[in-house]
Each structure stands twice: as structure tokens, then as C-alpha cells.
């Protein structure tokens, strides 16, 4: 008895585990939406390109892109997987220049963001941040240092410029790291370019 009332358990966590999953795919659209709520964790995985990423006090997720021309973004794929307060988002395809992309996130969230080359603005989040970009300039507006209790940023080749930490570095391997009272962690790389924080 004890056994059935084990597997009995087990079975109605992992149904309510696969009930909570939900994928969303679009494909050939200029734009694309979807529900997501404030305070959760969003992993972003964004092909090359201009890239903003700016908080809203909206619960959604919306994201907007262009070429050169409109028959461009034909072949733009977004995909979204969301569990819980949990978001995994990646974006393929487009023109291989001159492509810009500009996504909207509650403004209260953890973000990851991970990006091969471009330029990437990242603003008004309240949260965790980890971004790194292989190639290309990253700013981001990081308010306060004492809302952080562990910030590091680092540039293999470039500039670094901390503002608000007041830490300016150029040169190879160009790093600095900050421990306070705060709640949130913030982890900013860029391999080869500029990086620059503001409050």
C-alpha cells in the first residue's frame, strides 16, 4: 500500500510538472508575444545582431525585429519554453546583416542572456543579470551598487568601463569584481569590444 501511494505521489508531480511546460513557436513574423509573469527567470539565447532587451511593467514578453526589408525576417524563428516563473528563449534565422531585434520583459526579472556578436543594450531590469556577448559593444544600466551582493565584469579585449563602481579598464584581459550587501548577483563578458555599465 505504502509503495502505491509512493508511485500514486510521483505520478501527480511529474503530471503537474508536464501540465506547467508550455513551448510556443513562431515563424515569417515581425513580432511576437506571449504571457509571462514578473519576478521569474528568463534565459535568453539571441542569434547575432542589434539587440535591446528593456524592462516593462507589463507581464509579457514582446519581441520585435527588422531587416533591411520586410521579406528579410521570413525566416526569423522565436521559440519560448516556459515551466512555472521560468522562460527559455531562443531566436534563430533573419538576414546575416543590419538586423535588429528589441525585447520587452517584466521589468522585475532574472535574466541570462548569452549572444554570439552585435551590439546588445540591456535596461530598467531589477534582478540577477548574467550576459555575455563573444563580439561586439554591451551596455547596461545596472542601478545602484548596493543592490548587489556579487558584481564582476570582464573584456578579453576592449574597454571596461564600470560607472557606477567607478572602475575604468582598457587593454587585454580587463576585469573587476565587487562584493556589498545587496540581493542580486550581476555577471557582464564581452571576448572582444566594449563593455560599459550605467546606473
Same mark, same amino acid.
Given at each position: ?119 546588445? =543594450? ?7 543579470? =548574467? ?5 561586439? =559593444? ?62
Amino acid at each position: 500500500m505504502k509503495r502505491l501511494a509512493v508511485a500514486v505521489s510521483l505520478f501527480l508531480l511529474l503530471s503537474g510538472s508536464l501540465v506547467a511546460q508550455k513551448t510556443v513557436s513562431v515563424t515569417g513574423q515581425d513580432r511576437f508575444e506571449a504571457d509571462f509573469p514578473s519576478g521569474g527567470h528568463l534565459r535568453l539565447h539571441i542569434r547575432s545582431g542589434d539587440l535591446r532587451v528593456i524592462g516593462s511593467d507589463e507581464q509579457k514578453i514582446k519581441i520585435s525585429y527588422w531587416g533591411k526589408n520586410a521579406s528579410e525576417v521570413h525566416d526569423v524563428k522565436v521559440s519560448l519554453r516556459t515551466t512555472g516563473n521560468t522562460g527559455v528563449l531562443h531566436v534563430h534565422g533573419g538576414p546575416r546583416n543590419d538586423f535588429r531585434i528589441e525585447i520587452q520583459i517584466p521589468k522585475a526579472s532574472d535574466l541570462f542572456l548569452r549572444m554570439p556578436a552585435g551590439d546588445a =543594450d540591456v535596461e530598467n531590469l531589477v534582478g540577477d543579470k =548574467d550576459v555575455e556577448l563573444h563580439a561586439g =559593444d554591451l551596455t547596461m544600466t545596472v542601478g545602484s551598487p548596493a543592490e548587489y551582493a556579487i558584481a564582476d565584469a570582464s573584456v578579453l579585449a576592449g574597454d571596461l568601463e564600470t560607472g557606477p563602481f567607478g572602475v575604468t579598464k582598457d587593454g587585454l584581459f580587463r576585469s573587476f569584481h565587487h562584493q556589498g550587501s545587496g540581493k542580486y548577483r550581476l555577471h557582464a563578458h564581452v571576448g572582444a569590444g566594449d563593455l560599459t555599465l550605467k546606473q
